[in-house]
């Protein structure tokens, strides 16, 4: 499978970096991962994080209804002081994502359509785009400026981090899954979060496979 970042994107976001793991489980222990994951948001810098994903929503031309998938998080704990539980694999993403001030998403790897992911610019009069929780409603991809991740020719994340598509969605039976994170931040507190996931993860699962790499302005593709 390759991975891969459109140079585009890195000659305007210098910082960005891309963060990912490619993880296959069995016997997935939803209960004792429950017991280990607590909402509590402990990044200093919150304002500045939000300040700067709202900047590059801007340059995307993004309505005000659309905001990073952290900010979303934040809000909802604000608000309820939790986050309702989803399922294994989106609830341990969830976690790492709200403490570290991360957004990230995941992807099934069998539902991928191509053995490819790239993040750039959309590709106007190109595939619609399928929402997560809207099967069969698509979306047609309007402005060259949105940036989002397709796999082959077919958009499967919307705004950079803002909606996955229903193609690819993590449910209870998924047990191969890509979660990806998208960070301006620095290269430590990235190499952190996802050990920390992978570390949650070998407690609560038998892990059959694991692979981890980022991708950056010095490397932007891999194979996996």
Avoid at 47 to 70: C, G, I, N, T
Avoid at 95 to 117: A, F, N, R, T, W
Avoid at 162 to 179: C, G, M, P, R, Y
């Amino acid at each position: 499978m390759k991975i891969s970042i459109e140079n585009k994107i890195l000659e305007t976001y210098p910082q960005y970096k891309m963060g990912f793991v490619k993880i296959s489980v069995e016997n997935k222990n939803w209960e004792k991962l429950q017991s280990l994951v607590k909402y509590e948001k402990s990044i200093a810098d919150e304002k500045l994080l939000e300040k700067q994903w709202l900047e590059v929503f801007s340059d995307m031309h993004a309505s005000e209804r659309r905001f990073p998938s952290v900010v979303a998080l934040w809000s909802i704990i604000d608000r309820f002081g939790e986050l309702k539980p989803i399922n294994y694999f989106v609830d341990v993403y969830n976690y790492i994502s709200v403490k570290h001030g991360i957004p990230m998403g995941g992807y099934d790897v069998q539902k991928l359509p191509y053995p490819e992911l790239t993040l750039q610019h959309a590709v106007q009069g190109g595939k619609k785009f399928e929402p997560m929780g809207l099967s069969g409603q698509l979306e047609k991809l309007k402005d060259a400026a949105e940036i989002c991740y397709y796999c082959g020719d077919i958009p499967v994340c919307r705004y950079w981090n803002h909606k996955d598509s229903e193609i690819t969605k993590i449910d209870e039976n998924t047990s191969e899954v890509l979660i990806m994170f998208d960070t301006l931040g620095g290269l430590e507190e990235l190499k952190n979060a996802m050990k920390e996931l992978e570390e949650i993860i070998k407690s609560t699962s038998n892990v059959t496979e694991l692979k981890m790499e980022i991708l950056s302005k010095e490397n932007l593709e891999c194979e996996m």
